[in-house]
Antibody
Framework: EVQLVESGGVVVQPGGSLRLSCAAS????????MHWVRQAPGKGLEWVSL????????YYADFVKGRFTISRDYNKNSLYLEMNSLKTEDTALYYC???????????????WGQGTLVTVSS | EIVLTQSPGTLSLSPGERATLSCRAS???????LAWYQQKPGQAPRLLIY???SRATGIPDRFSGSGSGTDFTLTISRLDPEDFAVYYC?????????FGQGTRLEIK
């Protein structure tokens, strides 16, 4: 069974930093592109970033470029999102999601975690 | 960036009725890269349709997708009480990946 479990969400002050984690199991982590998607309270879904299965490609939404860094650890089957210079508008539930097909960058998402809440507030 | 515009914003229907949800793209999207997700309160999104018209595993056949180019549609043939939720379209063929703003399907 595929499982994606996010962690690391906390309350942080504007300008602060945070690292989110997503522990993956139930599939061959090495073969799949992984994503972060966020959802502000009461709002819609907003794609944040992706990292390819082979770590060769990363992409970011414009609103996080230069502030967030996506990475993955194959030994730990984990996905990460390093978040710096946080703004109040970064307050959201952050989901990790798995691409559906192996070794594709551009693909839909077949599994999502339950999310971890990041609150940026003074 | 490809902007996806969903309509209507809210759709009020009764169980047993037919629902038609629209997703319009600001640029042409290959059908291979158009997906639909369902989200219920307090839950993560769930994949319903991929490749514009293929149902994901376990999705009932009352859900169907259609369309091409810039206009896509999600149809629910006969609404079940469990279908009342928010629905999002997504394009995954170009970065940044984008979602529509969502259509809320509510019980009339």
């Amino acid at each position: 069974e595929v499982q994606l479990v996010e962690s690391g969400g906390v309350v942080v002050q504007p300008g602060g930093s945070l690292r989110l984690s997503c522990a993956a199991s139930g599939f061959t982590f090495d073969d799949y592109t992984m994503h972060w998607v966020r959802q502000a309270p009461g709002k819609g879904l907003e794609w944040v970033s992706l990292i390819s299965w082979d770590d060769a490609s990363t992409y970011y939404a414009d609103f996080v470029k230069g502030r967030f860094t996506i990475s993955r650890d194959y030994n730990k089957n984990s996905l990460y999102l390093e978040m710096n210079s946080l703004k109040t508008e970064d307050t959201a539930l952050y989901y990790c999601a798995k691409a559906s097909q192996p070794m594709l960058v551009f693909d839909y998402f077949d599994y999502w975690g339950q999310g971890t809440l990041v609150t940026v507030s003074s | 960036e490809i902007v996806l515009t969903q309509s209507p914003g809210t759709l009020s229907l009764s169980p047993g009725e037919r629902a038609t949800l629209s997703c319009r793209a600001s640029q042409s999207v290959s059908s291979s890269y158009l997906a639909w997700y369902q989200q219920k309160p307090g839950q993560a999104p769930r994949l319903l349709i991929y490749g514009a018209s293929s149902r994901a595993t376990g999705i009932p056949d009352r859900f169907s997708g259609s369309g091409s180019g810039t206009d896509f549609t999600l149809t629910i043939s006969r609404l079940d009480p469990e279908d009342f939720a928010v629905y999002y379209c997504q394009q995954c063929g170009r970065s940044p990946f984008t979602f529509g703003q969502g259509t809320r399907l509510e019980i009339k």
